[in-house]
């Protein structure tokens, strides 16, 4: 509608400090090396996008900071802190929220309850008081469950809201999953590949849920993704990897532009 | 009625402050609004808009679906003598701009960023279109237009203003009169422009007191708000009835939790075009279908008892003690559960109009408990003409007129009305009104029927549509192209049909296939199909539709009138008519001229006695994008029957 632009967008945005910093980071399987000394930034309330062909350690980045794996060297500074390697637990509490590329929800679970796992770092009544939903507990619950309605307003899950997950189509449990994270109230959402397997209507709508995510509640929003059209619609700016080593760093324009990234990520001219 | 809109929210909420008024249903809980603070909320926006200049006697643009603050936004312009102007809210961008531009519309309001999107998008057509207020600011803040503004933001204005000026709301309400103009409702219109019907708060309550009165409808009713805002049967239904008989209204929480919401309400009154009772009926079939045999065999156990029991006591008619109980029986094991299920145990009163009804449709409600009723009516003569009495249903009837109504038939065949109810006249248009309204008060309806031995009005077609067969065996004969589609609708696996035959030697008619219905029969048969184009083109559906002609046939056979109409040939159509496409009214009428000159080749091909024809369609998608869809239709001639003589 309105053609604005990115500097503008920015501006409207208020994208602000860098609040993740990647450095000198170098992950390694045995003899394979996943991650070659990767180092980029991560500004508050922007769409970072990590792009890059199967096999290039999109994925390997993001369990890095997530803290599932532990790079060999280098450090990540997340919001002042500067780390070696972190844990997921420690990372949760911190504020980093993630989605998975092959879903991780409870199956036999309603859409309701798998949103509400995601409170769970804040549910602060003890299990007893749980069970027995007494008095404090309940009223806590309740706060909890307009949190998620919130989120199933959000994302448009109105209809599943009581339909177990496994019932779903594969798109909407994408969103459910994504709600799940939202549930955390993260400052930092990591994505991995949210639209893999989609169809072309589903990525459109999961495209305006990040934008929507990032907009509305200013959430910062690390997305791997490889299609590169929605990448470059989305993202403020976007690190290039490709065998481990980066190899473009900047905004979609910047960086579709830059030869080497022509080369190893598009290829070359036919 | 010497009374107006807002006058009847001030009684409410001075009355019964504290009962409900409307509900929404938000965040997963059903949120409810009070009189008081419905009418609370009327008088800030009143305030709210006047402030914004909103003047006496202009029109106001509301557009979006059955949400409480747009029928706050209504009513508070009708406080200040404002007219509001509901459009459809899945009309197109363009389709907004003759209505905003007719009426001189200023100030509208919609619903969300959709609604938004599409009034900015034709700002530059519409000039005067200088204020959009919206109720749901999702996804709008980095919008950065003149005169774009909050619903919030005008309640705060409107709060403002009223705690300065605490009379005004008041006095301006005490200065309406009950027939100044209360709302206009653009008719859809299957040829031309729209055209605007004007109505008084009088017309549109004196016909909702009518309804009202008809079926003793109490305070006590609720009803669930799911059809077009811009459509007067859901404002009738959830506005003039609602503000007449003080009744809760419930709104869904959108679109796709309908089926949800309804069950969870439990409506007492309900309305719904034949459209819907009829996917509701597919759904039950196809799932019964689906079920375990001990499900199915007793479902249509029961359901046979139904069919022969049901109707005949709903009417009060004499049924035997041993039918009484397997009915009793049935109804304790698969008729009320089905109604749980749907939504409906608690339906006192149920509608139906618009459209015909399929008996067997007609008659599944009935029989499993539902009193399903039929009432005949229009935008002009806001609603209720004629309605069908508890204990005299039937399929084929449209029912006895209502308080107030008298109707004739002219000499053309057409049905005339003079009632209360009827519209003060079509907006800056007399040439339209006075083709309508007679000078003595009568209302052309254009539809062709008449009034019965039992005194029910039945009517057969649009004046206009119903033709003659020229030339062939049948030279003269009457030709309701209506009549035949509806027979051929009210078989399962037909969505749609386009009849043709005026002036024509025989009837030729394009089917819509229901892809649901026959996708699931191809299912249930292992018959592969690679989507929608290529099902409609298998030779196994051409038999199963071609079945259904021949039966259709048979019907119209019986009666000599209309023996003239049976359908001779007919092709299987491979895309299905859409009313973004233009192919079917914005309210899901087939437009017979247009699909006539969009399919023309179909149509030559049809009289021309070819096997099969090619031919390419451009379609609209949901985004706007257009694409082609192709396909080689095969056509199929089927069996006609000779007229059965009346037993003399």
């Given at each position: 509608?309105?053609?604005?632009?990115?500097?503008?967008?920015?501006?409207?945005?208020?994208?602000?400090?860098?609040?993740?910093?990647?450095?000198?980071?170098?992950?390694?399987?045995?003899?394979?090396?996943?991650?070659?000394?990767?180092?980029?930034?991560?500004?508050?309330?922007?769409?970072?996008?990590?792009?890059?062909?199967?096999?290039?350690?999109?994925?390997?980045?993001?369990?890095?900071?997530?803290?599932?794996?532990?790079?060999?060297?280098?450090?990540?500074?997340?919001?002042?802190?500067?780390?070696?390697?972190?844990?997921?637990?420690?990372?949760?509490?911190?504020?980093?929220?993630?989605?998975?590329?092959?879903?991780?929800?409870?199956?036999?679970?309603?859409?309701?309850?798998?949103?509400?796992?995601?409170?769970?770092?804040?549910?602060?009544?003890?299990?007893?008081?749980?069970?027995?939903?007494?008095?404090?507990?309940?009223?806590?619950?309740?706060?909890?469950?307009?949190?998620?309605?919130?989120?199933?307003?959000?994302?448009?899950?109105?209809?599943?809201?009581?339909?177990?997950?496994?019932?779903?189509?594969?798109?909407?449990?994408?969103?459910?999953?994504?709600?799940?994270?939202?549930?955390?109230?993260?400052?930092?959402?990591?994505?991995?590949?949210?639209?893999?397997?989609?169809?072309?209507?589903?990525?459109?709508?999961?495209?305006?849920?990040?934008?929507?995510?990032?907009?509305?509640?200013?959430?910062?929003?690390?997305?791997?993704?490889?299609?590169?059209?929605?990448?470059?619609?989305?993202?403020?700016?976007?690190?290039?990897?490709?065998?481990?080593r980066k190899i473009g760093d900047g905004p979609p324009e910047e960086v579709r532009a830059n030869p080497d990234v022509i080369r190893a990520y598009l290829?070359?001219?036919? | 009625?010497?009374?107006?809109?807002?006058?009847?929210?001030?009684?409410?909420?001075?009355?019964?402050?504290?009962?409900?008024?409307?509900?929404?249903?938000?965040?997963?809980?059903?949120?409810?609004?009070?009189?008081?603070?419905?009418?609370?909320?009327?008088?800030?926006?009143?305030?709210?808009?006047?402030?914004?200049?909103?003047?006496?006697?202009?029109?106001?643009?509301?557009?979006?679906?059955?949400?409480?603050?747009?029928?706050?936004?209504?009513?508070?312009?009708?406080?200040?003598?404002?007219?509001p102007v509901p459009l459809y809210q899945d009309a197109a961008a363009a389709e907004c701009v003759f209505p905003i531009n007719n009426a001189d519309v200023?100030?509208?309001?919609?619903?969300?960023?959709?609604?938004?999107?599409?009034?900015?998008?034709?700002?530059?057509?519409?000039?005067?279109?200088?204020?959009?207020?919206?109720?749901?600011?999702?996804?709008?803040?980095?919008?950065?237009?003149?005169?774009?503004?909050?619903?919030?933001?005008?309640?705060?204005?409107?709060?403002?203003?009223?705690?300065?000026?605490?009379?005004?709301?008041?006095?301006?309400?005490?200065?309406?009169?009950?027939?100044?103009?209360?709302?206009?409702?653009?008719?859809?219109?299957?040829?031309?422009?729209?055209?605007?019907?004007?109505?008084?708060?009088?017309?549109?309550?004196?016909?909702?007191?009518?309804?009202?009165?008809?079926?003793?409808?109490?305070?006590?009713?609720?009803?669930?708000?799911?059809?077009?805002?811009?459509?007067?049967?859901?404002?009738?239904?959830?506005?003039?009835?609602?503000?007449?008989?003080?009744?809760?209204?419930?709104?869904?929480?959108?679109?796709?939790?309908?089926?949800?919401?309804?069950?969870?309400?439990?409506?007492?009154?309900?309305?719904?075009?034949?459209?819907?009772?009829?996917?509701?009926?597919?759904?039950?079939?196809?799932?019964?279908?689906?079920?375990?045999?001990?499900?199915?065999?007793?479902?249509?156990?029961?359901?046979?008892?139904?069919?022969?029991?049901?109707?005949?006591?709903?009417?009060?008619?004499?049924?035997?003690?041993?039918?009484?109980?397997?009915?009793?029986?049935?109804?304790?094991?698969?008729?009320?559960?089905?109604?749980?299920?749907?939504?409906?145990?608690?339906?006192?009163?149920?509608?139906?109009?618009?459209?015909?009804?399929?008996?067997?449709?007609?008659?599944?409600?009935?029989?499993?408990?539902?009193?399903?009723?039929?009432?005949?009516?229009?935008?002009?003569?806001?609603?209720?003409?004629?309605?069908?009495?508890?204990?005299?249903?039937?399929?084929?009837?449209?029912?006895?007129?209502?308080?107030?109504?008298?109707?004739?038939?002219?000499?053309?065949?057409?049905?005339?009305?003079?009632?209360?109810?009827?519209?003060?006249?079509?907006?800056?248009?007399?040439?339209?009104?006075?083709?309508?309204?007679?000078?003595?008060?009568?209302?052309?309806?254009?539809?062709?029927?008449?009034?019965?031995?039992?005194?029910?009005?039945?009517?057969?077609?649009?004046?206009?549509?119903?033709?003659?067969?020229?030339?062939?065996?049948?030279?003269?004969?009457?030709?309701?192209?209506?009549?035949?589609?509806?027979?051929?609708?009210?078989?399962?696996?037909?969505?749609?049909?386009?009849?043709?035959?005026?002036?024509?030697?025989?009837?030729?008619?394009?089917?819509?296939?229901?892809?649901?219905?026959?996708?699931?029969?191809?299912?249930?048969?292992?018959?592969?199909?690679?989507?929608?184009?290529?099902?409609?083109?298998?030779?196994?559906?051409?038999?199963?539709?071609?079945?259904?002609?021949?039966?259709?046939?048979?019907?119209?056979?019986?009666?000599?009138?209309?023996?003239?109409?049976?359908?001779?040939?007919?092709?299987?159509?491979?895309?299905?008519?859409?009313?973004?496409?233009?192919?079917?009214?914005?309210?899901?009428?087939?437009?017979?001229?247009?699909?006539?000159?969009?399919?023309?080749?179909?149509?030559?091909?049809?009289?021309?006695?070819?096997?099969?024809?090619?031919?390419?369609?451009?379609?609209?998608?949901?985004?706007?994008?257009?694409?082609?869809?192709?396909?080689?239709?095969?056509?199929?001639?089927?069996?006609?029957?000779?007229?059965?003589?009346?037993?003399?």
């Open positions: 509608m309105n053609m604005t632009s990115p500097a503008e967008i920015a501006a409207v945005k208020k994208i602000g400090d860098v609040i993740l910093h990647v450095d000198n980071i170098s992950l390694a399987f045995g003899g394979v090396k996943a991650l070659a000394d990767i180092s980029f930034d991560v500004r508050e309330h922007e769409i970072r996008a990590i792009i890059g062909p199967n096999g290039a350690g999109k994925s390997s980045m993001l369990n890095c900071i997530n803290g599932v794996y532990q790079p060999q060297e280098g450090s990540i500074t997340f919001l002042g802190k500067t780390f070696r390697h972190m844990n997921p637990h420690q990372v949760a509490q911190m504020g980093v929220a993630r989605t998975f590329q092959n879903l991780a929800l409870f199956k036999g679970m309603s859409v309701l309850d798998n949103i509400m796992t995601g409170r769970n770092l804040r549910i602060k009544s003890n299990l007893l008081l749980q069970a027995l939903r007494i008095g404090p507990a309940e009223r806590e619950e309740m706060r909890h469950r307009e949190f998620v309605e919130h989120i199933i307003d959000f994302l448009e899950i109105q209809p599943y809201r009581k339909v177990p997950v496994g019932q779903l189509p594969y798109g909407l449990q994408k969103r459910v999953d994504l709600g799940r994270a939202l549930a955390m109230e993260p400052r930092l959402l990591l994505l991995d590949e949210p639209m893999a397997g989609m169809n072309v209507e589903e990525k459109q709508d999961m495209c305006r849920f990040v934008l929507d995510v990032n907009d509305e509640f200013g959430t910062t929003v690390v997305l791997i993704e490889h299609d590169m059209g929605v990448v470059m619609d989305i993202s403020d700016r976007v690190v290039v990897l490709d065998y481990g290829g070359t001219t036919h | 009625m010497e009374t107006t809109f807002p006058r009847l929210l001030l009684a409410h909420a001075a009355k019964r402050p504290h009962a409900a008024a409307m509900r929404e249903k938000e965040y997963g809980i059903w949120q409810t609004f009070t009189w008081a603070r419905f009418a609370s909320m009327v008088e800030s926006v009143a305030c709210g808009l006047h402030d914004a200049g909103l003047q006496r006697g202009e029109h106001m643009v509301v557009v979006g679906t059955n949400r409480p603050r747009l029928y706050a936004m209504m009513l508070a312009a009708q406080s200040i003598g404002a007219i200023r100030f509208a309001l919609a619903e969300d960023q959709e609604q938004v999107d599409k009034l900015l998008e034709i700002r530059a057509q519409c000039p005067q279109l200088s204020a959009i207020y919206y109720d749901d600011p999702r996804g709008l803040r980095n919008y950065n237009e003149p005169g774009l503004h909050s619903l919030d933001s005008l309640i705060a204005a409107g709060e403002a203003f009223a705690r300065e000026h605490p009379d005004f709301f008041r006095a301006e309400v005490d200065k309406a009169s009950p027939d100044d103009v209360a709302a206009m409702f653009f008719t859809s219109g299957t040829t031309g422009n729209p055209k605007g019907v004007v109505h008084s708060h009088r017309t549109l309550l004196d016909r909702g007191s009518a309804g009202q009165e008809f079926d003793k409808l109490t305070d006590k009713e609720e009803v669930l708000a799911y059809l077009p805002p811009a459509w007067i049967g859901q404002n009738i239904f959830s506005y003039a009835q609602w503000l007449a008989a003080g009744y809760v209204v419930n709104c869904p929480e959108s679109a796709s939790t309908i089926a949800i919401d309804l069950k969870e309400i439990g409506p007492t009154y309900y309305f719904a075009p034949p459209r819907i009772f009829e996917g509701l009926l597919t759904t039950v079939m196809i799932r019964m279908e689906d079920a375990g045999w001990i499900k199915r065999t007793m479902f249509h156990k029961f359901m046979d008892v139904a069919k022969r029991v049901g109707p005949a006591l709903r009417d009060r008619k004499p049924v035997g003690s041993a039918d009484r109980v397997l009915y009793a029986i049935g109804n304790l094991l698969v008729y009320g559960p089905l109604r749980n299920n749907l939504g409906f145990s608690r339906v006192r009163v149920a509608y139906t109009a618009g459209e015909a009804i399929g008996p067997d449709l007609f008659t599944f409600y009935r029989s499993i408990g539902i009193n399903l009723k039929q009432l005949y009516g229009s935008t002009e003569t806001a609603v209720f003409v004629c309605l069908q009495p508890d204990d005299q249903v039937r399929a084929d009837t449209v029912g006895v007129p209502c308080r107030g109504v008298e109707i004739k038939v002219n000499e053309r065949g057409e049905v005339m009305v003079r009632s209360p109810g009827l519209l003060k006249g079509y907006y800056k248009n007399p040439e339209a009104t006075n083709e309508v309204l007679t000078a003595d008060g009568w209302y052309h309806t254009n539809d062709a029927g008449f009034i019965d031995a039992s005194g029910h009005l039945k009517i057969i077609d649009r004046v206009k549509d119903v033709g003659r067969i020229a030339g062939g065996p049948n030279d003269g004969a009457m030709f309701a192209p209506k009549y035949v589609e509806n027979k051929l609708k009210f078989f399962p696996y037909i969505k749609e049909a386009v009849a043709y035959g005026d002036g024509r030697e025989r009837v030729c008619a394009m089917i819509n296939i229901d892809f649901d219905a026959v996708g699931n029969w191809a299912e249930r048969r292992g018959l592969q199909y690679a989507g929608y184009t290529d099902l409609a083109q298998k030779p196994e559906v051409y038999a199963l539709i071609k079945d259904c002609v021949e039966k259709v046939n048979a019907d119209l056979a019986a009666d000599e009138r209309l023996a003239g109409s049976q359908v001779s040939r007919f092709l299987v159509l491979h895309k299905e008519l859409d009313a973004d496409d233009g192919e079917l009214t914005r309210t899901n009428k087939v437009r017979r001229g247009y699909i006539a000159d969009k399919y023309l080749v179909l149509v030559d091909a049809l009289y021309s006695g070819k096997t099969e024809q090619h031919v390419e369609t451009q379609v609209k998608f949901e985004d706007g994008r257009t694409g082609i869809v192709a396909a080689t239709l095969k056509i199929v001639d089927a069996k006609v029957f000779d007229p059965v003589k009346a037993a003399a």
